[in-house]
């Protein structure tokens, strides 16, 4: 491996880190959780034939 | 709106059938090929009954078979309830049942007579391989055709892990099977020497990822809340775990190949990214164990959701494991051991059957137009011959495991080997006996749960199932993709 691809391959490694942390930031955007809330209730809709 | 949609649930229940009778066979198969272990005389000396032979059997049959027929069955269920549509081209949807239980029935005929490719987890031959495409890519279709058609704006996250699935699966089985065809019940794979290692356990590690896992988490984010009857514990957690999983998973499958000629480095990587797994495999653990914080009451009551339990707590488990046995010291001791036997049935039987065994209990009854399944002490006793045996066979394969690994790693003060390998078989024997009576135990509940199924069943039989009609939401405003109206 040759200094120039191990430089890139660094700054590709930082930039997947990054988008991870704003994956995070973008999932807890407030704006998103009354959206949430209502997804996370959506299975239990299917269970009218519970006894 | 007036209501005049109807889920397809007819495809659904022939998978919900077909996974029942191929995880009867399937271990069936198991228990005798780990008979075969405790007494070789059972091979008969025929070649065809050989433990060679008949192991891929059980584990296509277990895999492909058992869970790819759970999977696909879960699958059309999960993506009409979480679009509020109907299940999109029909009649390519049944075509996906019966190709794939061809390839199932093809692959499992000709396997036992040497027409194999000789690669872990992809043995059937080339004209089998093309059939699977042809399937999975329809599989695919009906899939994305229906989620294009959704009239719930947000994509639920189980069907981000159902696509990620199907597409991540096409990718590893076409890659992993391009080879030269010299007849037609033999081929040579393009690959040669370590990079035919290396794709195959590519394919190999990540056919765990995104078949056992990804697939069946798809089943765990939809069931796990429904049978609890609480809200998913952290739906934004569940889409972090998601990109985490798809993006670090990929790259830990060279850890299969640990102390080989593959470049050290490359072990390393698989090393590094394994023990990055353990965080998306907690979370998802951890998410599917919260989603029942209040509910315990419901779970001392409900077989089903003991079965749910016990496979996220087996994830977590076996995936604490796998990320230990790919760190190198410890890889030393394990590999080509029984442990890694006992690291695999504690993921398959423990996370991947019981989560499975657990969404088809939940989903049977409503698919089979019945108020609940036949018999609730059926499924009782189901949980604990299935927990009963799970125990046996993982608790007597790490004890095999690691006697086998101390044995061969023995050594004097001259630096010879103190045992020859037949003494590490002779103090394995009882293990393998344990082994194939835990093994017994999770069969018998196998056909305890057919035959509630079959019971449940009963209605859809006589062709008396009123069809369940969609709930159609009105609107939002400026939706996109614009809602599918109505029809009949």
């Known amino acids: 491996m040759n200094g120039a691809w191990g430089q890139v391959a660094g700054i590709v490694t930082v930039a997947l880190m990054l988008l991870f942390v704003a994956v995070w930031v973008w999932v807890w955007h407030s704006g998103h959780k009354e959206k949430y809330d209502r997804l996370a209730r959506l299975p239990m809709a299917d269970a009218e034939d519970r006894p | ?30 228990v005798f090929v ?91 031959e080339w004209f089998i391989d093309i059939l699977v495409a042809a399937v999975w890519v329809s599989f695919g279709v009906v899939f994305f055709a229906t989620l294009a058609r959704r009239r719930i704006k947000h994509i639920y996250v189980a069907n981000w892990y159902y696509g990620a699935f199907i597409i991540a ?116 653990a951890a998410n599917g164990l919260f989603t029942f914080n209040g509910a315990w009451k419901r779970v001392a009551n409900d077989p089903a959701a003991k079965f749910m339990v016990l496979a996220l707590v087996f994830y977590a488990a076996s995936t604490t494991e796998g990320s230990t046995m790919a760190v190198k010291t410890v890889n030393s001791l394990s590999h080509y051991t029984d442990w890694t036997v006992a690291h695999v049935h504690s993921g398959a039987i423990g996370w991947v059957a019981m989560i499975t065994i657990g969404s088809l209990y939940a989903m049977a009854p409503r698919a089979l137009g019945r108020p609940a399944m036949h018999s609730k002490r059926g499924m009782e006793l189901h949980f604990w011959l299935h927990t009963a045996g799970l125990i046996l066979y993982v608790a007597s394969m790490w004890t095999a495991g690691v006697t086998e690994g101390l044995m061969w790693r023995a050594t004097d003060a001259t630096g010879a080997l103190v045992y020859p390998f037949i003494d590490s078989l002779i103090a394995i024997k009882p293990f393998y006996f344990i082994r194939f009576l835990g093994g017994l135990l999770i069969v018998g509940g196998m056909i305890v749960m057919a035959w509630n199924l079959w019971h449940t069943a009963a209605d859809a039989r006589a062709r008396l199932i009123k069809p369940i009609p969609v709930p159609i939401p009105e609107p939002e405003p400026l939706q996109v993709p614009a809602p599918v109206p109505a029809r009949a």
């Open chain 2, 34 to 124: 780990a008979a075969q272990l405790a007494w070789p005389a059972l091979n008969f000396d025929t070649s065809w009954l050989t433990f060679s032979r008949l192991r891929p059997n059980h584990t296509f049959g277990v895999i492909f078979a058992f869970g790819g027929s759970a999977l696909m069955g879960t699958c059309y269920y999960v993506v009409q309830r979480t679009g509020h549509t109907r299940l999109a081209l029909p009649r390519l949807a049944t075509a996906t049942f019966w190709g794939w239980q061809l390839v199932c029935v093809l692959a499992m005929a000709t396997m036992p007579f040497g027409i194999t490719q000789s690669k872990e987890y992809a043995e059937p």
């Open chain 2, 1 to 30: 709106m007036p209501n005049t949609e109807t889920y397809n649930d007819q495809v659904v229940r022939l998978f919900l059938l077909a996974a029942a009778v191929w995880g009867v066979v399937g271990m069936g198969i198991g």
């Open chain 2, 169 to 284: 699966v096409a990718l590893l089985h076409i890659v992993n099977n391009i080879v030269v065809p010299v007849s037609l019940t033999k081929s040579y794979p393009v690959y040669s020497g370590t990079v035919d290692a290396m794709v195959q356990w590519w394919y190999g590690h990540n056919a765990v990822a995104f078949f056992l896992t990804a697939g069946f988490l798809g089943m765990m984010y939809y069931f796990v809340p429904r049978q609890a009857q609480q809200p998913l514990w952290s739906y934004r957690f569940s889409i972090v775990n998601f990109w985490a999983l798809i993006s670090v998973y990929m790259w830990a499958g060279s850890h299969h190949l640990m102390y080989t000629a593959l470049p050290d480095w490359v072990q390393s990587v698989g090393m590094a990214f394994s023990v990055l797994l353990l965080m998306p495999s907690w979370g998802s």
